[in-house]
């Protein structure tokens, strides 16, 4: 079994910055793609970022240039830093891992960003 376990997210105000980290134990082979999804209240789930393990990483058009995505393979972790928040990033978000063709997912984080 794969376990992640996410931490960080909480509450900002607009503007403000929150890093997440989610951490995978277990039964780990090779992690391939790490990435994060959120889902805000009342809409369908959307990705965030995606990284490779050589490191190429990729972003929706809604975070780009705010959020970074970070890995460290030896750890089997992943980072989110969220910058320059906005009131329409409240959500919770998920960390997802790829392993050999199968996906897992956090538990899920909760980030509030108001106003």
């Known amino acids: 079994q794969v376990q992640l376990v996410e931490s960080g997210g909480g509450s900002v105000q607009s503007g403000g910055s929150l890093n997440l980290s989610c951490a995978a134990s277990?039964?780990?082979?090779?992690?391939?793609?790490m990435g994060w999804s959120r889902q805000a209240p009342g809409k369908a789930p959307e990705w965030v970022t995606s990284?490779?393990?050589?490191?190429?990483?990729y972003f929706a058009d809604a975070v780009k240039g705010r959020f970074t995505i970070s890995r460290d393979n030896a750890a089997n972790t992943v980072f989110l830093q969220m910058t320059s928040l906005k009131p329409e990033d409240t959500a919770v978000y998920y960390c997802?891992?790829?392993?050999?063709?199968?996906?897992?997912w956090g538990q899920g984080t909760q980030v509030t960003v108001s106003s």
């Open positions: 997802r891992v790829e392993i050999l063709g199968s996906t897992y």
């Open positions: 277990g039964s780990i082979g090779r992690i391939g793609v």
């Open positions: 990284i490779h393990n050589i490191g190429t990483a």
